[in-house]
């Protein structure tokens, strides 16, 4: 059994080139690049989009992952290369695959006062990244517990599953807690889980999370046991799959596994190859940065 939960702290950056949003980041970091294959954990809002300016990424590219949006309150717009023109609302998924290559574009809608979200991505089995780009959509029913509700986006939770395809085995819900409500869910042993606070402090396995804080747990528990210990209602993001098990190489939007395959998507991008153009966004694309001066290395979790 693992009942030791690595607590796992944010840190602050900036998405989207000069008009930038800030977002709290806690995957990846060096103590941990996944957990399954989530390979990438951003956290955003609540933002007054009057203060802020809210979202506006201009077209850029994704290779060898698939991204997954899910917002809370706000509204996105997204395009993309496919010719994709959709709307990410609060409970509804909207999950791209980079695959070889895709450009997309993501701008908060004039209607969006409070932004407040988060952006995951997966990455993708060597058998797999290079596969066609594609794009889904589902908005999942709530599954009422005792002392909890939950929105299972991908995997199977709670007796749920959701139709949504991934390449490798993962779990992404959200789930509301009642005050000082207590919650037990069967989950896969086999997996290892991460739980980010949105909302609330919340103890998984005897260890206290805050607000923004991602709680891991290795694969050994056929359980996870949740308790909000705040007189208001917490709201959470489970995520988990298997240990990946292979290298990758994250630089930029861009996942493969050598300098090499990520030199090469840098100038497909700038060359304007490969990724398609994404219609309809008013404005230039994102220009990629420059590459580091050293080879970029593959990565995996320590163990």
Same mark, same amino acid.
């Given at each position: 059994?693992?009942?030791?939960?690595e607590?796992?702290?944010?840190?602050?950056?900036? *998405?989207?080139?000069?008009?930038?949003?800030?977002?709290?980041?806690? =995957?990846?970091?060096?103590?941990?690049?996944?957990?399954?294959? &989530?390979?990438?954990?951003?956290?955003?809002?609540?933002?007054?989009?009057?203060?802020?300016?809210g979202?506006?990424?201009?077209?850029?590219?994704h290779?060898?992952?698939?991204?997954?949006? &899910?917002?809370?309150?706000?509204?996105?717009?997204?395009?993309?290369s496919?010719?994709?023109?959709?709307? %990410?609302?609060?409970?509804?998924?909207?999950?791209?695959?980079?695959?070889?290559?895709? +450009?997309?574009?993501e701008?908060?809608?004039?209607?969006?006062t %409070?932004?407040?979200?988060?952006?995951l &991505?997966?990455? *993708?089995? @060597?058998g797999?990244?290079?596969?066609?780009?594609?794009?889904?959509?589902?908005?999942?029913?709530?599954?009422?517990?005792?002392?909890?509700?939950?929105?299972?986006?991908?995997?199977?939770?709670?007796?749920?599953?959701? !139709?949504?395809?991934?390449?490798?085995p /993962?779990?992404? +819900?959200?789930?509301?807690?009642?005050p000082?409500?207590?919650?037990?869910?069967? %989950?896969?042993?086999?997996?290892?889980?991460?739980?980010?606070?949105?909302?609330?402090?919340?103890? *998984?396995?005897?260890?206290? =999370?805050?607000?923004?804080?991602?709680?891991y747990?290795?694969?050994?528990?056929?359980? *996870?046991? /949740?308790?909000?210990?705040?007189?208001a209602?917490?709201?959470?993001?489970v995520?988990?799959? !298997?240990?990946?098990g292979?290298?990758?190489?994250? &630089?930029?939007?861009?996942?493969?596994?050598?300098?090499?395959?990520?030199a090469? +998507?840098?100038? @497909?991008?700038?060359?304007?190859?490969?990724?398609?153009? %994404?219609?309809?966004?008013?404005?230039d694309?994102?220009?990629?940065?420059?590459?580091?001066?050293?080879?970029?290395?593959?990565?995996?979790?320590?163990?």
């Amino acid at each position: 059994m693992s009942d030791t939960v690595e607590v796992l702290t944010a840190r602050d950056v900036p *998405l989207g080139g000069p008009r930038a949003m800030p977002v709290r980041r806690t =995957l990846p970091q060096r103590a941990r690049t996944l957990i399954g294959a &989530w390979c990438f954990v951003d956290h955003y809002g609540p933002d007054d989009v009057a203060r802020t300016g809210g979202m506006d990424v201009a077209p850029h590219p994704h290779t060898g992952l698939q991204t997954v949006s &899910w917002l809370f309150t706000g509204e996105i717009e997204h395009r993309d290369s496919m010719g994709n023109h959709a709307m %990410v609302r609060p409970g509804e998924l909207n999950l791209m695959t980079g695959g070889h290559g895709i +450009a997309h574009s993501e701008v908060s809608t004039p209607d969006t006062t %409070v932004l407040h979200g988060v952006q995951l &991505w997966v990455a *993708l089995p @060597d058998g797999h990244r290079h596969t066609e780009r594609d794009f889904q959509h589902y908005a999942p029913e709530p599954v009422h517990l005792d002392g909890a509700e939950a929105r299972v986006f991908l995997g199977s939770l709670a007796g749920v599953v959701s !139709p949504v395809h991934t390449f490798t085995p /993962l779990l992404g +819900a959200e789930l509301l807690l009642a005050p000082r409500a207590t919650v037990t869910l069967d %989950v896969d042993s086999d997996f290892e889980h991460g739980v980010l606070v949105d909302q609330g402090t919340v103890t *998984l396995s005897g260890t206290s =999370l805050a607000r923004a804080e991602l709680g891991y747990l290795a694969p050994g528990d056929a359980t *996870l046991t /949740l308790t909000n210990e705040t007189d208001a209602t917490a709201r959470l993001i489970v995520l988990g799959g !298997p240990p990946f098990g292979e290298e990758i190489v994250m &630089w930029w939007n861009f996942i493969g596994r050598s300098h090499h395959d990520i030199a090469q +998507a840098r100038r @497909d991008w700038m060359e304007g190859q490969r990724f398609g153009e %994404v219609a309809g966004y008013d404005g230039d694309p994102l220009p990629a940065p420059e590459l580091p001066n050293v080879p970029l290395k593959p990565r995996r979790n320590r163990r």
